[in-house]
């Protein structure tokens, strides 16, 4: 389904006490290190899309569950993204999250939480990729000190972000507010280092900072973390939905 995760395709069919789950999924990180999976399924074809999905935990130690890992551009040996074939696997009623086609409360759910803390690791990566730059012209300072202020103004929304959550208030449209500032940020950061490195950008990073590390505890290089960079404005919804959340949520312009 892609960005349009209310066109899943995958099925789940209700067999007794238990659903028996046909379909594919892609860009599913960490899955075969996994020993479960959270999975959104169509039990109900019938009724308009976002009201005929449903969550089930499935263990991919199942029958029937195989998850294929494979490289990305950043980085030919960072194994993290899956393909994750379903077959007849069979899963337990029981395991059902959240009632039966009430998946889309669960998904949005899960996506606030996780767009909540991701500034916590967008945050983090834009500190080590300036940590990398060494600007030295005034254009570039200029754009390093615009990114140190994204940086900082991304930490104090985060951070309320966070207390927010804390309480139990998980504001779709805020959240989306802070997963748009981080993404766009981090793009802009990888960008810039890259940009300031020249030809160092496609080699291992040499500061201090990182020599202790284990290639593949890091990004091996600024081109890598470029890539990545774009790859934050896609992850955990693209910067065009959070762009429409907010157009509808915030603002309250009309769909279309």
């Known amino acids: 389904a892609g960005s349009d995760l209310a066109s899943l ?20 990180s960490g899955a075969h290190d996994a020993d479960f999976l959270l999975t959104f399924v169509r039990t109900d074809p019938d009724v308009p899309k976002h009201k ?20 990305d551009i ?8 899956n393909e994750v074939f379903f077959t007849d696997v069979r899963v337990p009623a029981e395991n059902l999250v959240g ?37 030295r012209t005034e254009v570039e300072r200029d754009r390093f000190a615009s990114t140190i202020i994204d940086y900082h103004a991304l930490r104090a929304i985060g951070s309320a972000a966070l207390a927010r959550a804390a309480r139990g ?19 802009r950061a990888a960008e810039l280092t890259l940009k ?24 091996a290089s600024r081109f890598e973390r470029y890539t990545r960079g774009i790859a934050a404005t896609i992850a955990g919804g693209t910067s065009e939905i959070q762009r429409n959340i907010i157009a509808q949520k915030v603002l309250g312009l009309p769909r279309g």
């Open 9 to 28: 395709r995958t099925r789940a069919v209700r067999d007794g006490d238990e659903f028996v789950v046909n379909g594919q999924k892609v860009w599913t």
């Open 52 to 71: 005929g999905i449903s969550a089930l935990i499935i263990p991919t130690s199942t029958e029937g569950v195989v998850c294929r890992p494979f490289a």
């Open 74 to 81: 950043a980085s030919q040996d960072n194994l993290d993204f």
């Open 99 to 135: 009632g039966l086609n009430q998946g889309w409360t669960v998904a949005n759910g899960s996506l606030g939480h996780e767009r909540t803390m991701m500034w916590v690791m967008l945050a983090d990566r834009i500190d080590n990729l300036m940590a990398d730059c060494r600007p």
């Open 169 to 187: 208030e998980v504001d779709t449209a805020s959240v989306s507010v802070l997963k748009l500032l981080g993404s766009e940020a981090e793009m």
């Open 196 to 219: 300031t490195a020249g030809i160092d950008g496609l080699r291992h990073p040499v500061t201090e900072r990182y020599q202790h590390m284990n290639p593949d505890e890091y990004f």
